[in-house]
């Protein structure tokens, strides 16, 4: 019964955690909602979410059918736009329902309504949105950090996905795995960890992460044998052609793209 909070940056797995946690759920005890939220959303149409998703039980009681728990899962919670009292309406919203369990009626502020057996999970990515989120709200909230997988762990994981595509390849191409993977991986630290590649007004849309990563082994194991018969080099190709996809065209600068074709 304790919320809870993952932290991270884009492509570290927030949201998949959450929603390989709720397929294991017993649907006949719990179930979850989920809310994305953004620069847009304020509390009346976080209140209108929170509202379809429970019935009246008694007066003024609401909540989900009786026996149940309803998790709001909340994706991208540090979104909305800062107010001019340095607050987030529908964080000041979701800290009133864990505090006191009630909001009020919109059409006449003087009924209380009382919400019941209901929790949050909530997601967020540090680099995007507002970098403070209330403290009032936080502290009921158990914080989870995932950060970006050590070299060897993407390693293991994304040569273990190829070398399983390449199974049916010649055996050179089969070698070719660790090759590939070590070489994305030169690429891909650079392109995240390059001051040169840091996200500026000019180029907001530098967002490196390991989404990029997994888009390129994903593309070659859209290849097939017969296509690659006797021709190792045009795996390589391949892999360059993905890797200027995923990362060249996204670039601006001609200094950038340099910077680029260097590493490669």
């Given at each position: 019964q304790k919320g809870l909070l993952y932290v991270g940056t884009a492509g570290t797995g927030k949201t998949s955690i959450v929603k390989d946690y709720f397929k294991d759920l017993d649907p006949d005890s719990v179930i979850n909602t989920p809310i994305n939220f953004n620069s847009y959303t304020d509390s009346m149409s976080l209140q209108i979410v929170i509202e379809s998703n429970v019935d009246k039980r008694t007066g003024t009681l609401y909540g989900p059918p009786t026996g149940k728990t309803l998790i709001y899962f909340v994706d991208d919670l540090n979104m909305p736009k800062v107010d001019v009292y340095y607050t987030q309406q529908p964080i000041a919203l979701v800290r009133q329902l864990i505090d006191y369990a009630t909001y009020y009626d919109r059409a006449d502020l003087s009924v209380q309504k009382r919400i019941a057996d209901i929790m949050f999970v909530t997601c967020m990515n540090p680099k995007a949105g507002s970098f403070f989120v209330d403290e009032r709200l936080t502290r009921h909230l158990t914080?989870?950090?995932?950060?970006?997988?050590?070299?060897?762990?993407?390693?293991?994981?994304?040569?273990?996905?190829?070398?399983?595509?390449?199974?049916?390849f010649e055996e050179n191409i089969q070698k070719m795995t660790p090759k590939i993977i070590s070489a994305t991986q030169k690429v891909f630290i650079d392109m995240s960890k390059n001051p040169k590649f840091a996200p500026t007004a000019l180029k907001f849309h530098y967002q490196f992460n390991m989404r990029d990563f997994a888009k390129i082994i994903q593309n070659i194991c859209n290849t097939t044998p017969k296509e690659f018969k006797g021709k190792p080099v045009e795996i390589v190709r391949l892999w360059a052609h993905e890797c200027h996809r995923v990362w060249h065209d996204r670039l601006t600068l001609d200094e950038d793209r340099e910077q680029y074709m260097k590493t490669m």
């Open positions: 914080t989870v950090c995932l950060s970006v997988p050590e070299k060897e762990i993407l390693n293991t994981i994304y040569s273990q996905i190829l070398a399983g595509h390449f199974r049916e």
